[in-house]
C-alpha cells in the first residue's frame, strides 16, 4: 500500500484555513480517503498550553522561546505522523513549520535561525496557500484576538510566506466564495494523489 500524502494549509491569519481544511479531510474520507486532520499549534498538549497562555497575551516569553516551543510542539507529534504516512494516512495539517518561520522572521530573527529547530521533520507533498491581503482578513470575525493580530505583522508573515514558496504550493485566492475555494483544493488534493497512487513515492524529503 502506498504511503499516505503530507498535505498541508499555510496562510496568514483569517484567510480561511480551518474552514478548508476541515472540508477537505470530509471529502476526502467521503470519497473511501483514509485521511486525518491536524493542526498546529495543537493546544491540547502541555506544550501547546504554554503556546495558547502567549498567543493569548496571558503569559509573556522570549521570541526564541516561543519560536522553540512551536517546533516542539510539531515534534512531539512526529512520530504518530509518520505512523499515519506509513500507514497508508493522508495528513492534511492546518499549519506547519512554514509558519513557525514566517511569524518568527516576521518578527525580524534571523530567518535561517527559524529554520533550524524543524530541520528533520516530513516535508510536506503539497501545500496550498490561502491567500488573503491583511486589509480583507482585517475584516473578517474574530481578526485582531490574539498576539499576531495586527496589519502590519500580518503584511510581513505574508512577504515571508511568499519567499518559502517552491512547486509544491498553490497559491489560492481566499476571497472567494468558501465552495469555490473548496472545489479548487479538492480538485489539486485529488490530482496530486492519483499521481502518488500511480507512482508512489517514499517518504523522502526532510525539512532542511
Ligand atoms: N504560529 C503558528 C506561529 O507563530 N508559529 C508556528 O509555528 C505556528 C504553527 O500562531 N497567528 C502562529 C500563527 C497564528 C497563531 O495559529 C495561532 P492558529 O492557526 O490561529 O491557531
Ligand atoms: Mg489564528
Redesign the pocket.
Known amino acids: 500500500m502506498a504511503r499516505g500524502l503530507l498535505i498541508v494549509f499555510e496562510g496568514c491569519?483569517r484567510s480561511g484555513?480551518?474552514t478548508q481544511s476541515t472540508r477537505l479531510v470530509q471529502a476526502l474520507n467521503g470519497a473511501g480517503v483514509a485521511a486525518k486532520l491536524l493542526?498546529?499549534?495543537d493546544?491540547t498538549t502541555a506544550i501547546g498550553t504554554m503556546?495558547d497562555g502567549y498567543?493569548q497575551q496571558k503569559t509573556r516569553l522570549s521570541d526564541q522561546a516561543?519560536?522553540l516551543l512551536?517546533?516542539a510542539?510539531?515534534w512531539e507529534a512526529m512520530d504518530q505522523m509518520r505512523a499515519d504516512l506509513e500507514s497508508g494516512t493522508t495528513l492534511v495539517v492546518?499549519?506547519?513549520?512554514f509558519?513557525?518561520?514566517?511569524?518568527?522572521a516576521a518578527k525580524k530573527m534571523d530567518p535561517r535561525w527559524c529554520r533550524a529547530p524543524d530541520v528533520g521533520l516530513a516535508m510536506p507533498d503539497r501545500v496550498f496557500f490561502l491567500d488573503i491581503h491583511p486589509d480583507d482578513a482585517a475584516k473578517r470575525a474574530g481578526f485582531g484576538g490574539?498576539?499576531?493580530?495586527r496589519r502590519e505583522m500580518q503584511i510581513e508573515?505574508r512577504a515571508q510566506f511568499s519567499s518559502m514558496m517552491d512547486k509544491s504550493w498553490s497559491v489560492v485566492d481566499a476571497l472567494q466564495d468558501a465552495d469555490e475555494i473548496h472545489g479548487q483544493i479538492l480538485a489539486l488534493a485529488n490530482e496530486a494523489l492519483e499521481r502518488h497512487r500511480a507512482d508512489p513515492a517514499p517518504i523522502g524529503r526532510l525539512w532542511t
Open positions: 491569519d484555513k480551518t493542526k498546529f499549534p493546544r503556546i498567543l516561543i519560536h512551536f517546533s510542539n510539531r492546518d499549519r506547519y513549520a509558519s513557525g518561520v514566517a511569524f518568527s490574539e498576539i499576531y493580530e508573515v
